[in-house]
């Protein structure tokens, strides 16, 4: 039988053994293979040589399959997919839509200039965030693999794969303390009387005020006038609000410094463990199961936002709070800061260089189209954000005008504005303790999806380093449990006096703009110049049935790496060190540990590259031609061998059913 020259590369091997029983393993779905997507070591795809039943795939020489004995290999299910499309778009949105739409967003939109940040908002989005969020997921997709053996598609750049494990490690290990802290918050909402609202609990200290009203105090001469009871103006400025010391002295029950771990917070811990329980039973059974919570978990969200803006624009001050929120300010578009941020946003908010959106598109069929699904996702996205600002600004105008202070003094951003600010002002509505147990509700099903998401793409990440003969049954859930255990008790650290002060590190470098940025850059070299962007337009082109327009190659091979990396040079020159509420200065070796965690993602991918290089053998030209040659998975032998269907045309009984098929061009 003659067989059709698959494309030419110095690298070229494929052997395929069909037996009798299985010899419909690979069947060709008839369409040709283009030259894009080019030979490279054929591997099996759960990252090493295997096969079901009599099938072997042979990878570098060495041959998987039946046992050489005469023993049986355990077959190896196949890589598993959603169910349906859906799954994988709200799983998407519940990974990406996350705390930072809510409380990250909005605070910028109004620093920066109201509707102006719009402009460099929208543009970063076209430039920067839909150009590597569609390439992540196009990535996974492809390959067929989690976010480290998705780089077999240039193995001298795994490097990246690992650094997107360590920085999800480090993410999935901090951003769930804010889950505890939410979930807290929802326990203790569940009162008649919010035990934040009031000066009578043992935690309070003898500055606790509970009086809001300022009005009469603009007029310095009144500073030691009562204006309300035994209070006077000058007893205001120096109080404190029981929203802050139920924050500081009952939740946190913060110590000094870094230095002073302190005692540990039982109820703290008991929240984290149920938090982390309910990540491990979300995720341990995989996509299947993933796929179905997250249809709760990503759009209850919006059904609370909603609710809570139909609340919020009918109580008094929300029209200020509103046009405070998009009234443009031209002027704002001058500072370099405004368009840093709008570019560091976006590469926060959409979840690039986690390697958990490769890890999601892994699991999509090979045909979806998730050209579309990126321009869907990032309008979801994005759209969630603006939404959101206008429910945060609403309830901050009524909260400003209860207290007869300017929208600019009870602003907040992150932590501040979901345990401090946005308590506070339910503490002054009506019914509080049901839209505090709301508002709540809704930050722990926004944080939890992004979380146990976050879980589902480390852990397959690993799980798709071991091959084939270390499968077992309950892998997956011996792995999630692992995992689960490990942040946790990385996490007691975090639920000490001493707790904020870890969070903060965590927060400010290992998942830092820097980071994240850095991996962005490296991912964009990599496909566009390494691998090549033509080549990888032509693979999307054999997935999706047409060729994305030519943007997203201009973006990858230019536009996206010198945004990347500008940003990233910004941050770098204006450096400043890491404070807690602008008053605790972190010691010297706490900002050690910091940069330690942000260099132990970044290093990985130079530190990677070099060691296989001068592991290599031969000339740099010869090691580099070999360690940049793709490792196919099993799933693209049906691209690249369009005629193996005839295989199934052969007698089961001749010895023509074991068909070795060998391409090698030097």
């Known amino acids: 039988m003659e067989k059709q020259a698959l494309p030419a590369s110095s690298c070229s091997l494929v052997m395929l053994e069909e037996t009798k029983k ?127 053996n998705v780089w077999n598609i240039a193995p001298l750049f795994k490097g990246l794969g690992y650094a997107s494990m360590v920085i999800v490690f480090f993410c999935n290990t901090y951003y769930i303390m804010v889950l505890a802290w939410g979930f807290y918050y929802l326990i203790k909402s569940f009162n008649s009387t919010l035990p934040w609202s009031s000066c009578d609990n043992p935690w309070n200290t003898p500055s606790c005020i509970e009086i809001f009203h300022q009005q009469g105090c603009n007029n310095s001469s009144l500073a030691n006038v009562s204006i309300s009871g035994n209070h006077t103006c000058a007893d205001l400025v120096d109080g404190r609000s029981p929203i802050i010391e139920f924050w500081e002295n009952k939740v946190l029950n913060i110590s000094s410094g870094l230095d002073e771990p302190g005692q540990m917070n039982w109820e703290l811990m008991l929240c984290l463990m149920a938090v982390w329980v309910l990540v491990y039973f979300c995720v341990w059974k995989g996509v299947k199961s993933t796929g179905k919570i997250v249809y709760f978990t990503a759009t209850f969200p919006y059904v609370v936002l909603i609710i809570l803006l139909v609340r919020g624009v009918t109580l008094p001050g929300a029209y200020d709070g509103i046009m405070y929120y998009i009234k443009p300010d031209w002027s704002k578009l001058e500072e370099a800061q405004v368009w840093i941020d709008a570019g560091t946003q976006i590469f926060f908010s959409y979840a690039i260089g ?52 300017d929208i600019s003094q009870v602003a907040e951003s992150g932590p501040g504005l979901a345990f401090i600010a946005y308590p506070k002002a339910v503490s002054l509505m009506p019914v509080a303790p049901l839209w505090a147990a709301l508002f709540f509700f809704m930050l722990l099903l926004l944080g939890l ?58 927060d400010y470098y290992s998942a830092s703009g ?40 201009w973006c990858w091979s230019f536009i996206t790496p010198c945004v990347c990396m500008g940003i990233f040079l910004f941050h770098l020159v204006n450096y400043k060190p890491l404070t807690y509420n602008n008053m605790y200065v972190y010691p010297w070796w706490g900002e050690v540990i910091g940069w330690c965690l942000a260099l132990s993602s970044m ?57 070795i098929i060998f391409e090698s061009v030097m």
């Not at 090691?623 to 693209?636: E, K, Q």
């Open 449 to 506: 999806d992004s979380q146990f998401v976050g879980v589902e793409g480390f852990v397959t990440g690993i799980l798709d380093l071991f091959p084939g003969k270390y499968y077992h049954r309950y892998r997956r859930e011996i792995a999630v449990a692992i995992c689960c255990l490990l942040c946790f008790i990385i996490d007691l650290s975090m639920v000490t006096q001493g707790g904020m002060y870890v969070f903060q590190l965590f």
């Open 603 to 659: 290093l990985c991918i130079p530190v990677s590259l070099l060691y296989k290089l001068f592991r290599a053998k031969g000339t740099f030209r010869e090691r580099w031609a070999h360690l940049t040659c793709p490792v196919w998975g099993a799933h693209h032998l049906e691209y690249m061998a369009p005629d193996i269907k005839s295989l199934t045309s052969l007698s089961p009984s001749t010895d023509d059913n074991k068909v």
């Open 22 to 148: 299985n010899h419909h393993l690979l069947m060709s779905n008839g369409a040709g293979f283009s030259s894009a997507a080019t030979n490279g070591s054929l591997m099996g795809s759960n990252g090493a040589g295997g096969g079901a039943g009599g099938a072997s795939l042979v990878v570098g020489g060495t041959c998987a399959g039946p046992d050489k004995k005469g023993g049986v290999v355990t077959a190896i299910p196949e890589r598993e997919t959603w169910t349906r499309q859906m799954d994988f778009i709200m799983s998407c949105v519940g990974f990406a839509v996350g705390l930072g739409n809510v409380w990250r967003f909005p605070y910028l939109c109004y620093k920066n200039g109201g509707g102006v940040f719009l402009i460099p908002y929208l543009l970063f989005i076209f430039v920067g965030g839909i150009p590597i969020f569609f390439l992540e997921i196009a990535l996974g997709q492809f390959m067929k693999a989690g976010s480290i």
């Open 354 to 405: 986690l390697g958990a959106l490769t890890a999601l598109g892994s699991y999509n069929r090979f045909n979806n189209d998730c050209y579309k699904d990126a321009f869907v996702l990032a309008l979801i996205n994005s759209g969630t954000s603006f939404f959101a600002g206008f429910v945060v600004f609403s309830i901050l105008g009524f909260m400003a005008a209860e207290q007869g202070v």
């Open 514 to 553: 820097m980071t994240l940025l850095w991996q962005a850059f490296w991912e964009c070299i990599v496909v566009a110049w390494v691998y090549g962007a033509d080549r990888f337009m032509d693979d999307v082109a054999r997935m999706i049935g047409y060729r994305p327009f030519p943007w997203m190659k």
